[in-house]
């Protein structure tokens, strides 16, 4: 009988991984993965690779586009226009999933800040155009870049000087640049005045689809009033709706956490968190920041709000606790997660509250109302049926499943990994299914050093990047 039943776990296995696919992506030597890009609408994984020098421009960049299906699209190099000054770069797509944007910022040093962008496009055939967008500094803060099928968008805001009031007053733009020539068009946004200055996030951006770009402000005051306030906007910054959403929970108060925003498509500044003035940081490969020491909590982190365009959705999502919240006060304990799912015209289809159990409350990052920024929030609707609210708390990553249609909690499963580098949402995994990828993910080494997982999720489809970085080897699997 054991024979036959390790005959069966064998041939389940053999089957399994009869399904996956692999293949090295060639580095050469002294060569990394720099950063990778998720493309939206299914639309693959865009993987940057070169070196990481200061101080020159023999660094061999090259963006690899990989389809969903895990075929080499292109092998694109990027050229190198001014000796690396040590800027952050941007990857940026479109959201039809047709053009990449590489986005390199040059200028002195990082201290003086950037002048200039020097933008590579390229296309969905590996066709390469370059531009330079010059005297960005005029432009003032920039809050967002992020780009539609025939825009690329650079969202910004300047303090300028009321002549009448002698006052400095917030002006904000959208530099918009055609896709197609880089002709460029300077559009002044006039945001309605927020709902209380103390009490009130700034406008932001919060996401854009074809011609549909949102823009939301978020206000906690201290008799419970929860509210959203959302703009909608065209390309040309006509304003198509704006309303408001009441997200008032029934009886408890928003707790802050570290929200992950699902517009993985555009790069932008995010003021949820202020970072104190001395600190120290652990960067693991892909340029993920782990503050040692505590970030302070602002109104943004009350929560957060996701446009599911596709599924006609809007939802609000985070953690609850008793009571008012103080902000940086560390007596602000949590005791659960609130989701609620709206219409896209802001009607309100169900709200719903859950209290974590004990196992949840004895884990301090999640318990506390002291460590704000290491509870870490996600919404996962890969499955439009069945959506994820995941919490990850140091090497621990906590999943609720529930069904979008009702918000009813189905299922729970908590992943805990080797270290706080290792530790990932991509990688989760829910023991009680079984596929090929959450068998691989499972029989993972957990003692392994300096190998790095990351998964995209394209719905029929998951690629699995496994980057050994010590002996500098990198492996893609595709997962049917």
């Excluded at 040590?86 to 047709?98: H, P």
């Excluded at 929560?303 to 009571?323: C, E, H, M, R, T």
Aim: glycine letters at 6%; hydrophobic letters at 35%.
């Amino acid at each position: 009988m054991k024979q036959l039943i390790l005959i069966i776990h064998l041939l389940m296995c053999q089957h399994l991984f009869a399904q996956v696919k692999t293949e090295d992506l060639p580095l050469e030597k002294g060569n990394f993965i720099l950063n990778t890009l998720q493309i939206p609408n299914n639309g693959g994984v865009v993987i940057k690779t070169g070196k990481k020098g200061f101080n020159t421009t023999d660094l061999n960049w090259k963006l690899n586009y990989y389809s969903a299906e895990m075929k080499l699209i292109y092998s694109v190099p990027l050229e190198k226009t001014q000796i690396n000054k040590d800027f952050r770069n941007y990857l940026i797509a479109s959201t039809n999933s047709k053009v990449v944007y590489h986005i390199e910022p040059k200028g002195y040093n990082t201290i003086i800040g950037a002048n200039n962008l020097f933008i590579t496009q390229i296309n969905e055939t590996g066709v390469k155009k370059t531009f330079e967008l010059d005297n960005i500094k005029d432009l003032g803060n920039r809050k967002a870049i992020f780009a539609d099928s025939k825009y690329l968008y650079y969202f910004t805001t300047l303090k300028v000087k009321n002549e009448a009031t002698k006052k400095k007053e917030v002006s904000n733009a959208l530099v918009r640049l055609s896709a197609a020539d880089f002709s460029r068009t300077n559009i002044p946004i006039k945001f309605p005045a927020l709902r209380d200055e103390a009490k009130s996030s700034d406008w932001n951006y919060s996401g854009n689809f074809d011609n549909a770009i949102y823009f939301t402000s978020k206000t906690l005051l201290d008799d419970g009033t929860y509210m959203y306030d959302i703009i909608l906007m065209d390309n040309t910054g006509k304003v198509l709706k704006n309303f408001n959403i009441d997200a008032k929970l029934a009886t408890s108060f928003p707790r802050p956490s570290n929200n992950k925003k699902y517009f993985y498509w555009a790069d932008f500044v995010d003021e949820d968190f202020d970072s104190p003035s001395a600190q120290s940081s652990v960067y693991d490969t892909y340029g993920i920041t782990y503050y040692t020491t505590e970030a302070l909590a602002n109104i943004g982190a009350l929560g957060d709000i996701v446009f599911d365009q596709k599924n006609n959705a809007i939802y609000i999502y985070g953690l609850f606790g008793p009571g008012s919240y103080r902000a940086n006060n560390s007596n602000n304990p949590t005791k659960g997660y609130f989701i609620q799912k709206y219409d896209l015209t802001g009607k309100q289809l169900w709200k719903k509250e859950y209290e974590f159990s004990e196992k949840l409350l004895n884990d301090i990052y999640i318990k506390s109302g002291g460590f704000p920024y290491r509870r870490a929030l996600l919404l996962n609707m890969d499955n439009p049926a069945l959506f994820t609210l995941q919490i990850k708390s140091g090497k621990n990553v906590y999943s609720f499943n529930l069904e979008s249609s009702t918000g009813n909690f189905t299922a729970f499963y908590s992943n805990e990994f080797n270290s706080l580098m290792n530790t990932t949402f991509s990688t989760t995994y829910n023991p009680a299914t079984s596929s090929s990828l959450t068998t691989f993910l499972s029989t993972r080494d957990p003692k392994a050093k300096d190998t790095y997982y990351t998964v995209f999720d394209f719905g029929a489809s998951d690629i699995v990047i496994e980057d050994q970085v010590k002996l500098n080897t990198v492996k893609l699997m595709y997962f049917k």
